[in-house]
């Protein structure tokens, strides 16, 4: 599903960080990457998905079901994200207006990948919060993220990822802003 081959990675400022990393992720497999604070693991699942503004020299391949995402117009690559390779990240700030509701995210995220009804959007928001282990999902979909928590936001973040129901999921430290309790549920939610 995702082939990764010989990818070296500078910052704009000409510092490499990654230096020929191959990794090769097929279908129901779970790969992690694991390494010391500052040694690239973001930068990794940056390369990836070409998040503008973050890269500066990227070299290598990067197939998805054997595309090369390098080579994908940006346009094609926006709609990839998200429905074909979803992204957790690992400060949920990076992916939630502050001041818009939980429930317009949902919509705006949905609406962007699948022709759907705000009300069916809402039901499938509501059942993946409760899943996220929201005790009342219908309120929080009428919160705003600076009303909740970071590990709160979290979730949602998460949630967000998982409505777009993506063939791959990166995710960058998911659980680190959990307690043990919400880190163990959603490790469960993501194997499921």
């Known amino acids: 599903?995702?082939?990764?081959?010989?990818?070296?990675?500078?910052?704009?400022?000409?510092?490499?960080?990654?230096?020929?990393?191959?990794?090769?992720?097929h279908e129901k497999e779970i790969v992690c990457v694991i390494g010391e604070s500052g040694c690239g693991k973001t930068t990794l699942l940056n390369a990836v998905l070409r998040m503008p503004g973050r890269l500066g020299k990227v070299e290598g391949e990067i197939l998805y079901h054997g595309q090369n995402l390098r080579d994908m117009p940006p346009g094609d690559l926006r709609r990839l994200r998200g429905a074909g390779i979803g992204m957790v990240?690992?400060?949920?700030?990076?992916?939630?207006?502050?001041?818009?509701?939980?429930g317009d995210l949902f919509c705006e995220t949905m609406r962007a990948h699948?022709?759907?009804?705000?009300?069916?959007?809402?039901?499938?928001?509501?059942?993946?919060?409760?899943?996220?282990g929201f005790p009342d999902p219908a309120r929080i979909l009428k919160s705003c993220p600076a009303q909740l928590s970071g590990g709160m936001n979290q979730?949602?973040?998460?949630?967000?990822?998982?409505?777009?129901?993506?063939?791959?999921?990166?995710?960058?430290?998911?659980?680190?802003?959990?307690?043990?309790t919400s880190q163990v549920q959603l490790v469960d939610e993501l194997l499921k």
Do not use: C, W
């Open 1 to 25: 599903m995702l082939d990764i081959h010989r990818l070296s990675v500078s910052y704009p400022n000409g510092d490499a960080v990654l230096h020929d990393v191959s990794i090769h992720m």
């Open 89 to 102: 990240f690992q400060e949920p700030g990076a992916s939630l207006d502050p001041i818009r509701k939980i």
């Open 114 to 132: 699948r022709k759907i009804k705000k009300s069916e959007i809402l039901t499938e928001a509501e059942i993946l919060l409760a899943r996220m």
């Open 155 to 180: 979730r949602v973040a998460i949630a967000l990822v998982m409505a777009l129901r993506p063939d791959v999921l990166l995710a960058d430290e998911p659980t680190s802003a959990l307690d043990a």
